[in-house]
Structures are given as structure tokens and as C-alpha cells.
Nanobody, 120 residues
């Protein structure tokens, strides 16, 4: 009923930039907050950045000053601008959202992930 589709991942050299996008679609009434998370091989999934419907943001310490999260509420889309990328940023990046459906229930949804690879 609800799906999140990510795009924008790829291969980039250290110091480069990428912009990730995630669009939510389906039986959506509203989206309380959206976020980006990442998981490197053999590691747990970690929070990267979140943004509320009022555009209040939070960031992991490791990405502050380099990444910027934003959203377009009209399009149910969240973005992650990643600058000054480092090899340690290499991971699968997942879009997540807390969504209120048209039936009034709140649930968390995840995208399938997009690979970001930063070469040395």
C-alpha cells in the first residue's frame, strides 16, 4: 500500500558529491518524519539524518557539516545532499518514513536501499 523508492546512489571518488532522493507513494494521509539510514557490510544500520514535516532536522555526528537533508512535502519526497564524501561513507543507504495512512494508522516504512560507494 505504501512504498518508498530511492535513487541517486552510485560510485564517486573521495571528496565528491551525490544527491539521494526518496519518494513515498501509496495510501498516505501524512508523513510525520522521513530519514536516511545506512548500513555497511557486517555492520548495523545507523541513522544518518532525519527531518520532520516542519523541516526540523537531526544528523549523525559523522555527517554533520557534510550532508544536508531536505524534503518536499507536496511530493512526499526526501533528499540527502552528500558532499565531501569519504570512503567510510560507503554503505547501502535506506530511506525510512513514519507515515500516517488514510485509515489513520501510523507505521514505519523502508525503501530497498541504494548503494553508495566512495573510492579512495
Amino acid at each position: 500500500q505504501v512504498q518508498l523508492v530511492e535513487s541517486g546512489g552510485g560510485l564517486v571518488q573521495a571528496g565528491g558529491s551525490l544527491r539521494l532522493s526518496c519518494a513515498a507513494s501509496g495510501s498516505i494521509s501524512s508523513i510525520n518524519h522521513m530519514g536516511w539510514y545506512r548500513q555497511a557490510p557486517g555492520k548495523q544500520r545507523d541513522l544518518v539524518a532525519t527531518i520532520t514535516s516542519g523541516s526540523v532536522t537531526t544528523y549523525a555526528d559523522s555527517v554533520k557539516g557534510r550532508f544536508t537533508i531536505s524534503r518536499d512535502n507536496a511530493k512526499n519526497t526526501v533528499y540527502l545532499q552528500m558532499n565531501s564524501l569519504k570512503p567510510e561513507d560507503t554503505a547501502v543507504y535506506y530511506c525510512g518514513a513514519r507515515i500516517i495512512t488514510r485509515w489513520g494508522t501510523a507505521s514505519d516504512y523502508w525503501g530497498q536501499g541504494t548503494q553508495v560507494t566512495v573510492s579512495s
